[in-house]
């Protein structure tokens, strides 16, 4: 089951309300690997999580949305990478090496959240469909967004730090956009997505360079 992050201390009635959530993340996740995405309901997923469909229209407004928290942990991870990157860095390359980072991390360790299987999971269930895939690739943090302006000295709502924010965005899109399935030499997981953000980052780089600085 998911983790109930932030569960500790907290009230009786608020860690009931996570493990619901997490229960509801879970048997979405089972059921989009098992049977895929569009033949999966919000009934199906209430059932096998033993609440009720209005239970789940509580927590999520749509499938889409119960399915997009898998893009929450990796977040959280980013934002807390963030915050410990030497300050020299620039907020784009920054950003940058928090994602790649954090996959990385991910590969070599099975016991923490951010499991191999689980970002596999990840990308072929948001990968498998047009409309999972565009709401992934406008897929915003607060936590991200304030470390990322934390870091740069600037409010969350800084044009700045939008302009990074959606860069960085899609230059992960176009990386992972069609990853379903090994690819490239290597299984579907953080190394592979590590593998491609860091090339299609580095395309850009290469893009940019020479452009005129104001």
């Excluded at 048997?27 to 789940?56: H, M, Y």
Aim: hydrophobic fraction near 45%; charge should be negative.
């Amino acid at each position: 089951m998911a983790e109930d992050v932030g569960a500790a201390g907290i009230g009786l009635r608020e860690r009931k309300k996570l493990r619901t959530r997490a229960t509801l993340v879970d048997a979405a996740i089972e059921l989009c690997g098992r049977q895929g995405f569009d033949r999966t309901t919000v009934e199906q997923i209430a059932a096998l999580a033993d609440v009720s469909p209005r239970t789940f229209s509580r927590y999520f407004a749509s499938k889409e949305a119960v399915l997009l928290t898998l893009l929450e942990d990796v977040a959280a991870a980013v934002a807390d990478r963030l915050a410990v990157l030497p300050a020299d860095a620039s907020p784009l390359e920054a950003l940058y090496r928090a994602h790649v980072d954090v996959l990385r991390a991910a590969e070599g360790d099975d016991s923490a959240t951010l499991t191999p299987e689980r970002i596999a999971t990840m990308l072929r269930i948001l990968n498998s469909n047009e409309s999972l895939r565009l709401a992934a690739a406008e897929f915003r943090s607060d936590g991200v967004v304030e470390a990322l302006a934390a870091r740069m000295g600037t409010e969350p709502g800084d044009r700045t730090v939008r302009i990074v924010m959606s860069v960085m965005s899609s230059i992960i899109a176009t990386a992972c956009y069609d990853l379903i399935e090994d690819v490239d030499g290597r299984p579907l997981g953080p190394d592979l997505m590590a593998h491609r953000i860091d090339d299609s980052f580095q395309r850009f780089l290469a893009i940019t360079e020479g452009l005129p600085r104001r």
